[in-house]
């Protein structure tokens, strides 16, 4: 199996081991691990935790099951391991010994730690980046929103329930939602660039301003969309500016008039 089985008696020394178990020890054949205990074959740290562990079985009957544990053996060999230990009795129902499984999670535990890192930095990005950003499913409802982009809509961050699972119709005037439903349309359909424009979003107290909004589709492992990822910006002042530049220069020619 591909686990690794050994088998040890009342002293703690190993009676059997199968060929993965002489991986994880370091060795190269069972012989080499066969009549050896953990002191013989691990790190001081690892080698007094394991004892501790094989006393309390052998002392009290008691198992260990699915222990997450990280092994060191004195090749350098490092893993993350998932072991279980229960008393190994005989005929008479005498604890004789114990039998030990474990299982090699280094892969799983060295992936989750590349997805906590990559977490980080996606954490990062979000809290650094000067513009909101939001993330909707395929058929518009909003599954995230980051905290600059909930403060823009007039929300606070220990009210998520009151937008998230909202659509993002709620959340623009209904003058523009065609254009949003269009735009959005064609990012999915791969006949947009990254742009859905200027429009006009709602507060939760109903108020308005001015938004520009880039956009990209998210894809999984085999290339399918599953979601949009958004970046916002209130352009609100800048209108605003446009605006009253307008303003100005009418004015201005009608003087010159």
């Known amino acids: 199996i591909p686990d690794a089985v050994y088998v040890k008696d009342i002293t703690g020394r190993k009676i059997i081991a199968n060929p993965k178990e002489v991986q994880l020890c370091g060795k190269d054949s069972e012989a080499e691990v066969i009549g050896k205990s953990d002191f013989d074959l691990y790190t001081t740290t690892e080698s007094i935790h394991s004892l501790d562990e094989d006393l309390l079985i052998i002392q009290s009957g008691k198992s260990i099951l699915n222990e997450e544990n990280i092994l060191l053996n004195k090749k350098g060999g490092f893993y993350y391991i998932s072991g279980s230990k229960v008393p190994f009795y005989d005929v008479n129902g005498k604890i004789t010994g114990l039998v030990g499984i474990t299982h090699d999670i280094t892969e799983r535990r060295l992936a989750e730690e590349a997805l906590y890192q990559s977490n980080k930095k996606w954490e990062a990005i979000i809290s650094s980046s000067p513009d909101g950003i939001g993330i909707v499913s395929l058929d518009g409802k909003l599954e995230f929103m980051s905290d600059k982009l909930t403060l823009m809509y007039g929300y ?5 329930d009151d937008y998230i699972g909202k659509t993002i119709f709620d959340f623009i005037d209904p003058s523009n939602h065609q254009i949003l439903r269009d735009n959005f349309q064609n990012l999915l359909n791969g006949k947009s660039e990254n742009r859905i424009s200027e429009y006009m979003g ?4 109903g108020s308005r301003f001015y938004a520009d909004v880039n956009s990209s589709v998210l894809y999984d492992s085999a290339h399918c969309p599953v979601n949009v990822l958004f970046m916002q910006r209130d352009i609100t002042e800048r209108k605003e500016a446009e605006k ?6 009418s004015l201005l020619r009608s003087i010159m008039d």
């Open 202 to 205: 709602i507060k939760k107290d």
């Open 156 to 160: 606070t961050n220990d009210h998520r």
């Open 244 to 249: 009253a530049l307008q303003r100005s220069e």
